[in-house]
């Protein structure tokens, strides 16, 4: 992504100083400040804490975190493995990074297993990299069809998004963003609708100062319009990302995104899922019953975080006290209501045929 006009990713890894260097998103968009991961504890942290969030990024993550864990500790393999996978339940990516260490990894000598772990890590960084860009190519055919369709092609077509699943949820480009830029890169006028994305607000915080840093128009809404734009002829085109999808075609992605399926279903009005094939979880044959979905901190609900008149960050109350909180982070959206499936390997139909047709990322290690 461009950020003040240089080029920065998500995470990265530092050759010449053997650090691992993170965007840190809690800070933004009010301030732009990166981190230093040098420890499994860190990654751990900056995992469970949201500083890094996104499923494709918590995989390459999990991934530098079990290099940082085996260079101090090559015999502490079980355990890194253990502490990165219970920090984010839902998004299957965790999962799938770790599962490709621990392949990559036997039968080889402990004094050998730090050095494999750092060239898995940042072979899954690049390959991040080019899947999100092929996901975006592959997304531009639908948003120009869509745009030439239109009636006035004066206007320009308006994309309604929740979250965020641009640059800052993966390495780079993002996964539904990363459609919105390539699109706008081919000349298709846009304006994305964006969701404020409660609680975290991923949506103002995040979405809003991605689209602004790379000068795409945008509109930044209550999480509650998004269905009285449907009605009013406003949203040409719902596109997300997915945080874990079932091999029939359901949906996981941040809570709220169902909502946004229904209204769109019920204004004929298209709902793509942008996602890498790593998102796919090959074993789960039923979304709603079998994904398990992540219950964070009350705190998030009960408080939000904001800038003052003095530019100082703070968290202010805005429930009472004692009031009895609950925060799932994440929803199912059925397959029924998703019209299509935006991967590396092309546009897919949300169903189980549909999905069979698409070849796991390295087929074995997320099964």
């Not at 979250?163 to 304006?191: E, Q, R, S």
């Not at 204004?267 to 998102?279: D, E, K, R």
Request: aromatic share 4%; charged share 15%.
């Amino acid at each position: 992504m461009i950020i003040d006009g240089q080029h920065y990713q998500s995470i990265c890894y530092d050759e010449a100083k053997d650090e691992v260097h993170i965007i840190d998103q809690t800070r933004l968009p009010h301030r732009f400040e990166t981190l230093t991961l040098n420890s499994l504890d860190q990654v751990c942290h900056a995992i469970a804490a949201m500083q890094l969030r996104g499923a494709p990024l918590i995989g390459v993550a999990a991934a530098y975190g079990m290099y940082l864990a085996l260079k101090t500790d090559p015999t502490q393999q079980a355990q890194a493995h253990a502490r990165l996978l219970a920090t984010r339940p839902t998004a299957v990516n965790l999962q799938w990074a770790l599962s490709r260490v621990t392949a990559a990894l036997q039968g080889i000598s402990s004094e050998q297993k730090a050095a494999a772990a750092l060239q898995l890590a940042r072979q899954m960084e690049a390959e991040d990299i080019a899947t999100c860009a092929a996901i975006g190519a592959a997304g531009v055919s639908v948003l120009r069809d869509l745009w030439q369709a239109k009636a006035n092609q004066d206007l320009p077509l308006n994309v309604l998004t929740h979250c965020n699943a641009g640059a800052l949820a993966t390495v780079d480009w993002g996964t539904a963003l990363a459609v919105v830029y390539k699109a706008a890169a081919a000349g298709i006028p846009l304006h994305v609708w964006v969701d404020e994305t409660r609680p975290r607000n991923q949506g103002a915080a995040l979405t809003c100062w991605e689209l602004g840093q790379q000068g795409i128009a945008y509109t930044l809404i209550v999480d509650n319009a998004g269905g009285h734009l449907m009605q009013q002829g406003q949203v040409d085109v719902c596109i997300v990302g997915s945080d874990r999808t079932a091999s029939n075609g359901d949906v996981c992605n941040k809570i709220g995104t169902y909502l946004k399926a229904l209204a769109a279903n019920d204004n004929n009005i298209p709902f793509y899922v942008a996602l890498p094939v790593s998102t796919i979880d090959f074993a789960i044959v039923d979304g709603l019953s079998q994904i398990p979905i992540e219950e964070r901190e009350a705190q998030e609900v009960s408080h939000l975080q904001g800038i003052d008149a003095t530019g100082e960050l703070r968290s202010v109350r805005i429930a009472p006290e004692d009031a009895a909180l609950s925060n799932y982070g994440f929803d199912v959206t059925p397959a029924r209501l998703v019209t299509g499936l935006i991967t590396e390997q092309g546009v897919v139909a949300a169903t189980a045929a549909g999905i069979a047709s698409l070849k796991p990322a390295h087929q074995g290690s997320s099964e």
